[in-house]
């Protein structure tokens, strides 16, 4: 089982927006909980969005409700984040993640998922 995370847009400044995508491999996106994490230097990792796969209910980080957006195409097994309005405060490595355990999205956003893809840098200039 793989994910491999790509940016779309490169670096951004304050204000900007960036695009990233999650191709997965070996599984199919509509059939497991799907997640975007990041993780600044020096602070723990934070689950931005998850879709569960028990209800199928997205949850969202507060912080990031209202400019965060993730979303999934079925037919190219792709997860994305569209993340607008972007602060400094959003310099992280993202990830994406996958879990075929039933469950909700505020669970595996808090706990984490058991499938990773690799991260990617993305820096919000002031």
């Known amino acids: 089982l793989r994910c491999s995370c790509r940016r779309w847009g490169g670096l951004v400044q304050t204000g900007g927006s960036l695009r990233l995508s999650c191709a997965a491999s070996g599984f199919a996106v509509d059939d497991y909980a799907i997640g975007w994490f990041r993780q600044a230097p020096g602070k723990e990792r934070e689950g931005i969005s998850c879709?569960?796969?028990?209800?199928?209910?997205?949850y969202y980080a507060e912080s990031m409700r209202g400019r965060f957006t993730i979303s999934k195409d079925n037919a190219k097994n792709t997860v994305y984040l569209q993340m607008n309005n972007l602060k400094p405060e959003d310099t992280a490595v993202y990830s994406c993640?996958?879990?075929?355990?039933?469950?909700?999205?505020?669970?595996?956003?808090?706990?984490?998922?058991?499938?990773w893809g690799k991260g990617t840098q993305v820096t919000v200039s002031s």
């Open positions: 993640a996958a879990d075929s355990a039933q469950g909700s999205g505020r669970h595996f956003c808090k706990y984490g998922m058991d499938h």
């Open positions: 879709i569960g796969n028990g209800d199928g209910v997205t």
